[in-house]
């Protein structure tokens, strides 16, 4: 579940992305879907923002990677993904020690 420190920033009544996402927010998908979506993923989400028009989430994978996706508002197709192998590489190395 997303935490309640959750951040959504919408400036002004038209929103749409300059480059990204130009959907209309009366199509937007509810956060709930974005729970969902995430949950069906294996995405532990730790913050939520929107982000030139897309929502951007912060989350860690099944094997605890930290990843950061951006999201089309209406369809919640994954526009972009960044992945950080570190979380994993650090947990290896610790069982190894132990």
């Known amino acids: ?3 309640k420190a959750m951040v959504l920033t919408v400036l002004g009544e038209n929103v749409c992305a300059a480059e990204d996402c130009a959907a209309p927010m009366i199509t ?3 956060i709930a ?20 028009g897309c929502y951007a989430l912060g989350a ?3 094997m605890g990677r930290d990843l950061s996706v951006t999201l089309d508002p209406a369809t919640l197709a994954i526009i ?3 992945r ?4 994993r590489s650090r947990s290896r190395s610790q069982k190894q020690e132990e």
């Not at 974005?34 to 929107?50: D, K, N, P």
């Open 60 to 62: 860690h994978d099944r």
């Open 1 to 3: 579940m997303i935490k």
């Open 84 to 87: 950080n192998d570190e979380r």
């Open 28 to 30: 937007w998908q509810p």
């Open 33 to 52: 879907a974005i729970e969902a979506r995430a949950q069906a993923a294996g995405w532990q989400v730790e913050w939520l923002q929107v982000e030139d």
């Open 80 to 82: 972009e993904t960044n």
